[in-house]
């Protein structure tokens, strides 16, 4: 089973089933494996020996996933980072940096050093299910990100042709820094730095195996997004 590094770009076929996963392997570099909309997922975890490696997420209600219980979220989560296929965990920065008050930040923060321990590569990600942010605070949201995990992801809602231009910039200046980073903006408007983003320095992509099973607004299917990547880098 290959490790990633996200030196270099990751294209992440998401899933909420991982018997799925031989429809990825032309496209895909992993499986993002959304566990807070699996059934049964530590089950399907157990079974997997698929050939794509695994970035498993549970993402929290608050941040517009469907794990709505804090303790048994993280638990799940813990349990899922045993399994040698996984190769990355996406921890939610809310849940790291303590700004989500309900989050268990002490859990996380162990789950976070588990993971680590294990050799598996730490995504603190951001959601923003309404807006974009300032390039200024679109950066920051970034800093904060990145400081959190070994890369900091921010999905971000575009309205226009301005906020996806927002994301580009605050990427550009992150990748500059030296962070390493992971960039999109959600939504039609968004849809184009899907594609774009990886030029500026974002180091993952997400599409959904299943075209009729998208986790997030303006995905592009996989293949798709795998031919503009490949053919814009
Ligand atoms: O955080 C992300 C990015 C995402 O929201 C997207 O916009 O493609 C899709 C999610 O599955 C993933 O966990």
Redesign the pocket.
């Known amino acids: 089973m290959p490790t990633l590094d996200f030196d270099s770009f990751v294209l992440a076929a ?1 899933t909420d089933n991982l018997e799925a996963e031989p429809a990825a392997r032309e496209d895909a570099d992993a499986v ?1 494996f ?1 566990l807070d909309l699996a059934t049964d997922p530590l089950d399907q975890l157990a079974a997997y020996d698929g050939e794509l490696p695994l970035i498993v ?1 549970n ?1 929290a209600t608050w941040e517009g996933g469907e794990a709505d219980d804090e303790i048994r979220r993280l638990d799940t989560l813990e349990a899922a980072v045993d399994h040698e296929a996984v190769t990355a965990v ?1 921890i939610e920065c809310g849940a790291l940096d303590g700004s989500i008050a309900a989050a268990d930040t002490n859990r996380a923060r162990q789950l976070r050093e588990t993971a680590r321990d294990a050799g598996i590569v730490v995504i603190a ?1 951001v ?1 923003d299910f309404e807006s974009t942010p300032s390039v200024d605070g679109l950066t920051e949201l970034l800093k904060t990100a990145s400081d959190e995990g070994d890369v900091g ?1 921010l ?1 971000v809602t575009a309205a226009d042709r301005s906020d996806a231009l927002a994301v580009l910039s605050a990427t550009h200046r992150a990748a500059e820094a030296g962070w390493t980073v992971a960039t ?1 903006a ?1 939504g039609a408007a968004g849809q184009h730095t ?1 594609a774009v983003a990886p030029v500026y320095g974002s180091a993952i992509g ?1 599409a959904p195996v299943d075209p009729e099973g998208a ?2 607004p ?2 592009y299917d996989l293949a798709t997004l795998r031919r503009l990547v490949d053919e814009l880098q």
């Open positions: 998401a993002e959304r997420t993402r996406d990600s959601h992801k999905a999109m959600m899907r997400y986790t997030a303006g995905q």
